[in-house]
């Protein structure tokens, strides 16, 4: 049995379903990312998971323990909260030393904790402050600590980067990866944040309307998304989807025929249908390609150009790891990297390959 | 360079001035008067005395009264603190069936029903409950008076105060009685004491009720026992009137002052620091 399991787990609010019958096997050295847009349930599943909500059917396992109708404490699990909950009454010292301090552990040990977690996250001078009194990187760190000096069965984060400002967000993201290395256990951690999700997974569950639409690790979600919705959500800028006509293997898009002939697709869109490509994988050609289309707009972000082309009436994100000399108006063939092109059926369910497991 | 804006302040200053004099020469008046040999409706000190504290030290009705005060005042404000911080918490963290219609008809009855309106069927209730002339009867009265009003201050207060907190103590192992008394308590600590405060105040000061209630001079509290300060005939001794009443403020302004100094009247807000 995995070391947190979710199975068919429902929680509804009055009439809205925020928790869709969700099943999830999280094992114990998993850095485990619940990603999806706002109000997709993913923070309402870390509250099940915590206790904080009880659910209306299903059940909840941690650590082989059946926990579903188990108060929070008695699920030994350690949590950071958006906007950290530092205890405003409290010295960092106390709110650090909060959870052993209502477990009655021995003083003394509670003392020789606190100094080792605030050493080794670097608080040890904001020890007597209060968290009104320090920075919100430095009460990120204070909230970590919290959880940290707990032996917990699983730590939950709540989006807790959201709250700092964009280059101490890159910072505390690696040094949350490398703190999540030494824990030892299990991290279930909720952002909408795609690139987030990304860097510090090893699996990700992608989310939508209560719903877990796709489980696996960050490689496999970018490279084989299950739908429209997860391959638009991963990515920066995000895949191209179009919606077009299947005349057998071939793809009409807005008049202009993609022959897929070559691609081991299993089946192909009766009728209508979608295909998808990255922006990485479509590259400019002055002579010849497979779709025509005109330049809308450059934008050049230093190392990298995205490029928006229209093709009729659709338009296309092109990502090139160089400067371009076209401007707006100029007629462009598209190269599409075949092998890199998926095919979605007209419910958005992306069409596998022969070759894929 | 003339400012533009000196013709408006003067204006305001002549506009606001008699206002101010308004509020402030009772205050005055009260200041004065106590220590006047001869105490009159005006404010004019002619020669120092301390002669009207002595008489009104020597009176036993005004004495007891200090004390009845206190009884009836100190009672309340345990009774409604209590009861309000208990109810206040369920209104404000349980979201029941009902709560909103509970919460205003509980508005509408004591905001419409005023309490000179309600006096004649609250006496006839504290009759019935045999609670006529007795401090059990004012305490209760004035306690369901000012309750509602408690009720919702401080649900409004906790309301304001962010539920995470509450949460974060769960997750961290606390029992439901330990997030009451380790975090929900120190966090409203404040608006509980701003809430005692001011049924101290209410109680302390509110006139018609034991005036209603109380038969025996020796139960009256000070809000009552100044009205027999009148001679026979009806003239006011101005002197021990004035002289009680000073006692009678003191408590009111000495409780602000202490809470001003002490906590400040800056709540806790919201998370971020």
Redesign the interface.
Known sequence: MSWIVLENVTKRFSNVVAVNEVNLQIERQDFFTLLGPSGCGKTTTLRLI???EFPDEGKIYIAGRDVTME???NRN???V?Q???????MTVRENIA??LF??KVPKKEIERKVAFVAESLQISDLLERY??????GQ?QRVALA?AVI?TPNVF?LDEPLS?LDAKLRIEARSFLKRLSMELGTSVVYVTHDQSEAMALSTKIAVMNQGHVLQVGTPRLIYDTPANTFVASFIGNPPMNIVECRFDGSTCVLDGQRIDLSDLPLSEFPKERGFIGIRPENIAFHTKEGDLIGEVYVVEPLGFETVVTVKVNTSSLRVLVFEDVPYKSGDKIFLKLRKDKLHVFDESGARIRRRDEA | MRDPRRASRIVSYILLAPIAAFFVSPILWLIVTPFSIRPSLFISLNGFTLNNFARVFQNRTAVNAFRNSLIISVSVVVLVTTCALLAAYVLSRQDFKGRNVLLYMLVLFSSVVSGAAAMVPIFILNLRLGLINTELGVILTLSGGIMPTALFILKDFFDSIPRTYEEAALVDGSSPLQVMFRIFLPLSSKGVIVIAMLVFTQSWSNFLVPFVLLRSTSKYPVSVAIYTFFSEVGVPDIGMISAYAFLYTLPVIFAYVLIERKFGFSFYGGIKG
């Not at chain 1, 906007?83 to 009454?89: F, G, I, K, R, T």
């Open positions: 915590a206790g904080l108060l929070p404490k699990v350690a949590m909260f906007n950290y909950a530092l205890y405003p009454h909060y959870p209502v477990r968290p009104q009194q320090i920075s919100g009460q919290r707990q939950l709250n």
